[in-house]
Nanobody
Framework: QLQFAESGGDLVQPGGSLRLSCTAS????????IGWFHQAPGKEREGVSC????????NYEDRVKGRFSIYRDVAKNTVYLEMNSLKSEDTGVYSC???????????????????WGQGTQVTVSP
């Protein structure tokens, strides 16, 4: 079974930055499509970003374009979500997920993913 964990969530002021990590143990994250998801309090989980196998293709939710970036560090077996210019609306639990589906570079649709981390809390507040 796939094992991975998110880290990096914190309390940050509006306009601040965080870098979230999704780090795997016992398997290579580069073999899987990776998605980052956001779940605000009282709302359904939404796809924030995804990255293809090998990292050549990426996709972002319109809300975060120009502020967030997703990238892989293969040597560290980690996928990062760099978050800049954070807003209060970014508050919530951020989870990474893996997919072994084929036919698309990546997808931000939650149905695409089978394995989910427990998430890390991000709070953006003055």
């Amino acid at each position: 079974q796939l094992q991975f964990a998110e880290s990096g969530g914190d309390l940050v002021q509006p306009g601040g930055s965080l870098r979230l990590s999704c780090t795997a143990s016992g398997f290579n994250l580069d073999d899987y499509v990776i998605g980052w998801f956001h779940q605000a309090p009282g709302k359904e989980r939404e796809g924030v970003s995804c990255i293809s196998r090998g990292g050549g293709s990426r996709n972002y939710e319109d809300r975060v374009k120009g502020r967030f970036s997703i990238y892989r560090d293969v040597a560290k077996n980690t996928v990062y979500l760099e978050m800049n210019s954070l807003k209060s609306e970014d508050t919530g639990v951020y989870s990474c997920a893996t997919s072994d589906r084929r036919g698309f570079s990546c997808s931000r649709e939650k149905q695409f993913y089978a394995n989910w981390g427990q998430g890390t809390q991000v709070t953006v507040s003055p």
